[in-house]
């Protein structure tokens, strides 16, 4: 009897140890993990909203009363918006998951697939409206009494010159189908209007119009341009024409409208601007005041046309006329398809492709103003990128000519000679010749403000009395970064910004926020002097996004302790420069989302803790915290962190990120993964969500798994970017196998992507202490990589090496051996790590080919190598790619399990998946 008590007991506590042990990480639990997406809170400060969302699955919107502290969910919600006046919410709710796939699955055609519901849910009364064919919804900023949306029905479109058809089973197929519909709710009584054939709307800012295009598709189209006055609920049709109508504005004080139309019925069409106003309903086509050059214009029907914030300037973009193209004579056996790449070319010709076909003309911003009846088209060939502060009603504006210079992108810097432009006349002023950072103008419209990277120094220059003022040079501070290390000069530490009337400039060194005048009118002031200097690095967090001026009292400013990564808030008011620091103060990372009356938004997280959304008021003391995610993470194996130091090999001292298991048995040896890109130090108090990898090792899941994670920083030497990376990760890994006898030092695995995954590369050529390695998207010969192409950006790869994050510093003509001795590819016979490759054939920024050279290299040598592409995915695997993202990270633990604790290998590692079993077999 006693000796089964003693059996049943054993049991017990054999079930109780169950019952407590935490669950490993794996990767069928990355879909649940939860995230927030796109918290906010109501104008009144009264409600909050978020959703709550799995990285694969049906989310939730929840609102929050924070009065009452009561929850309203709307599953599966989102794109909510509160209306102006915090009465109710509007939002869309998603067809059911599981739903679309099986759609998916089945290749249902878009047009059939489940619709979104459109909800709007009021507040007092507990009432929901539900809509369930809208497609786009759309409140005014000013108002809370319409809605309007698009929606599309089924319905026979007879053109308008064929006879009748009275019964509608005998119309052909061809001309049944869906047409788009304008809707305009009253939310005050539910009553609406509708507008067949209309998708295109504008609401004024007040909400008391809307302006709607309607394109009729006849055998000879009709447009109309149709005004709804949401008082009377009247319409007006203010236009009407056959041909086309595309983009339509309306200005602020809803005096006046302008839309682009074309009476061209054909393939080719050349649109007009029209320009009316309301009251007086006159019409205008600005492009006949125009008289700029001989060329003819149109106006470009793609670009957004627009009114200044007080209505008194109309902007649009102008295209040169196009003619209609002749019949097409020549079979396409018979055509050239020629590329021509030429020397004289300013760009590289995949540059210019892709800016052609981004813009696929040539378009120039152009101004209207009706009170002189005067149209400028401020950009053209060569000046472009124009910027307008005021909300576009300033007198003055910049404007940017780089084409002196564009061929200098390939290898140098983006220059450019800086003008000044007055609106209304047109007229410009050449102000700075060559200008290597950007040149902005302030939000008053009096200056124009710059950094320097040749003289280290900030610049203002009047726009008014065309004088030149040198803010920061006789000040005994760092107004740059002061760890940089690229063959560049250093870029600056940023301008938080203007107070009103452009009185001062915010600056910041590098821990500090400086007050000067524009003008050197006043002596500069250090605002955050004396606050722990040299340790606490102030920024300033900007609350108001309706002001482009600092706000006049209680500035937020964010206090961030470089040496143990704390961070905190301050309070600063600039008319009495008075700081009240220490709010929030702790070992987390802070970020402030949003404010309404004296209500801040803030998420608070750190390692552990997933960011939360809370509720702060400064003089309410601790946040309140809103959200509650992840519920179930204690359930899991996480991970642990710490900061530690080291030394490299010129003295330096260097920080690093130790991540581990948070039940870490210290008696034990686990393996080790060194990840690395630049410096991630001051991340230490950042949150990993455990999801599936796009590229890199996923912290929380390899932890989770038994791993350790060394992520130290690296310092780079100008012309040895590699030898620079061996040398931080190899005194890095010796100071953690020093301080961290849990390390199994006799399994150690690196991997990096991108800049990583070409460091990565790098090392194992030059020692043989690692026992395998995954390199994603790295470079193998910089002598070939040189001049491949970035087919993101079309731009020529040559300035990464000589002033970019390849850190050579010279071209390849004057340091032809650092480019061989940084090459990974020369020196792959000294191999013999194990390496897993990841690169895919449509990356976007380091060309593929580079990944093959480094796998064939290897193959070549009999080296074990194994290389992942990802058909037409990208540098990182897509978001949305996400059997992509499980099957590598499936690999990766797959991989490193092997390897680094003596597991099975996968059958893909021993036998890898011929291509006539590609699609059957994934070979784990």
Request: glycine fraction near 6%; aromatic fraction near 14%; include cysteine.
């Amino acid at each position: 009897m006693q000796h089964t008590f003693k059996i049943i007991l054993i049991a017990l506590l054999l079930s109780c140890s169950a019952l407590s042990q935490k669950k490993i990480i794996s990767t069928g639990d990355l879909a649940s993990w939860e995230k927030i997406d796109n918290p906010s809170i109501s104008k009144n400060a009264q409600f909050f909203r978020y959703e709550l969302n799995p990285q694969r699955g049906d989310g939730v919107l929840i609102v929050r009363d924070l009065n009452s502290n009561s929850e309203f969910l709307f599953e599966r919600g989102y794109s909510a918006q509160f209306s102006e006046n915090s009465r109710f919410i509007v939002f869309k709710v998603k067809p059911e998951f599981e739903k679309l796939r099986n759609a998916s699955i089945k290749k249902t055609k878009k047009d059939d697939l489940p619709k979104d519901t459109l909800c709007i849910y009021f507040f007092e009364s507990n009432d929901t409206i539900k809509i369930s064919e809208a497609d786009n919804f759309s409140l005014p900023e000013k108002n809370d009494n319409i809605l309007v949306y698009t929606y599309k029905k089924d319905t026979v479109f007879i053109p308008q010159d064929s006879v009748a058809v009275e019964d509608s089973s005998k119309v052909k197929s061809k001309n049944k189908k869906k047409i788009d519909l304008v809707k305009i709710i009253d939310l005050s009584d539910n009553s609406f209007t509708e507008f067949i054939y209309s998708k295109e709307f504008v609401i004024s800012r007040d909400g008391s119009k809307v302006a709607i295009v309607s394109n009729l598709p006849d055998s000879i189209p009709l447009t109309s341009v149709i005004i709804f006055d949401a008082n009377t609920k009247l319409f007006d049709t203010l236009f009407s024409s056959t041909g086309d109508t595309k983009g339509i504005a309306i200005s602020n004080n809803v005096k006046n409208l302008a839309f682009n139309t074309t009476s061209d019925t054909g393939k080719t069409k050349n649109y007009d601007l029209r320009y009316i106003n309301l009251s007086e309903r006159n019409e205008i086509l600005p492009m006949q005041f125009f008289s700029g050059d001989s060329l003819q214009f149109s106006v470009n029907q793609d670009s957004k046309i627009y009114f200044s914030e007080s209505g008194e300037r109309l902007f649009f973009e102008m295209t040169p006329f196009v003619s209609p193209e002749p019949e097409d004579s020549l079979t396409d056996e018979e055509k050239v398809k020629l590329d021509l790449w030429s020397y004289t070319d300013p760009l590289p010709m995949p540059q210019q492709l892709l800016q052609l076909e981004r813009r696929k003309k040539d378009s120039y911003l152009s101004v209207f103003i009706p009170g002189l009846k005067k149209t400028h088209r401020i950009e053209n060939d060569t000046l472009t990128s124009l910027r307008i502060p005021l909300k576009n009603d300033a007198e003055f504006g910049v404007i940017y000519n780089n084409n002196n210079y564009r061929h200098l992108q390939s290898f140098d810097r983006s220059y450019s000679d800086v003008y000044t432009v007055n609106i209304s006349s047109g007229d410009y002023k050449k102000v700075l010749n060559k200008q290597a950072d950007p040149v902005r103008i302030s939000p008053g419209g009096k200056y124009l403000f710059w950094f320097d990277p040749f003289k280290q120094a900030w610049f203002t220059y009047s726009i008014f009395t065309g004088e030149f003022f040198d803010l920061t040079s006789v000040i005994d501070a760092n107004f740059h970064d002061v760890e940089h290390d690229l063959p560049i000069e250093p870029s600056p530490e940023g301008v938080a910004g203007f107070t009103e009337l452009d009185n001062e400039v915010f600056i910041y060194d590098t821990y500090n926020i400086w007050s000067f005048s524009p003008s050197n009118s006043s002596k500069p002031v250090n605002l955050t002097a004396g606050k722990e200097p040299g340790v606490i690095r102030y920024r300033y967090i900007d609350t108001d996004k309706e002001s482009d001026f600092i706000e006049k009292e209680d500035v937020l400013l964010s206090s961030f302790n470089a040496k143990t990564k704390d961070m905190s808030y301050a309070i600063f008011n600039p008319g009495t420069r008075e700081i009240e620091t220490g709010y929030l103060n702790g070992s987390h990372f802070v970020s402030f989302i949003e404010k309404a009356e004296n209500r801040f938004l803030i998420t608070l997280q750190t390692a552990v803790n997933f960011p939360d959304v809370y509720s702060w008021n400064k003089n309410n003391g601790n946040p309140v915290k809103l959200t509650a995610a992840n519920k179930n993470q204690n359930d899991f194996v996480w991970l642990k962190n710490e900061l530690f130091t080291y030394t490299n090999d010129e003295g330096e001292e260097l920080e690093s990120l130790i991540f581990y298991p948070d039940n870490i048995d210290k008696n034990k040896k686990y393996p080790v993964l060194i990840y690395f890109y630049e410096k991630y130090a001051d991340q230490l108090n950042r949150y990993w969500t455990p999801g599936p990898s796009r590229s890199v090792i996923p912290f929380p899941l390899f932890t989770s798994n038994g791993y350790v994670i060394i992520i130290p920083d690296i310092k780079y030497k100008t012309g040895y970017p590699g030898g620079s990376a061996l040398n931080c990760v190899m005194n890095a890994t010796d100071k953690a196998i020093e301080l961290y006898p849990f390390i199994d030092e006799l399994n150690m695995g690196l991997q990096g992507q991108s800049w990583g995954g070409y460091q990565t590369a790098y090392i194992i050529t030059r020692t043989q202490r690692f026992k395998a390695a995954m390199a994603g998207a790295p470079v193998a010969n910089m002598t070939s990589a040189y001049g491949g192409i970035r087919w993101g950006s079309g731009l020529v790869r040559m300035f990464q090496y000589e002033q970019g994050q390849s850190r050579i510093g010279e071209n390849i003509w004057e340091a032809r051996d650092l480019y061989l001795e940084n090459s990974p590819l020369f020196f792959l016979d000294k191999v013999t790590t194990p390496l897993l490759i990841m690169h895919n054939d449509k990356d976007d920024a380091v060309p593929w080919y580079q990944g093959i050279e480094l796998f064939m290299g290897l193959r070549r040598l009999g080296k074990m190598a194994w290389m992942l592409n990802y058909n037409d995915d990208l540098h990182n695997l897509k978001e949305n790619s996400w059997g992509n993202r499980i099957d590598l990270t499936k690999r990766l633990l797959g991989f490193f399990d092997h390897f680094l604790k003596g597991e099975p290998a996968p059958v893909w590692i021993k036998e890898g998946i011929p291509a006539k079993q590609k699609g059957k077999s994934l070979g784990y």
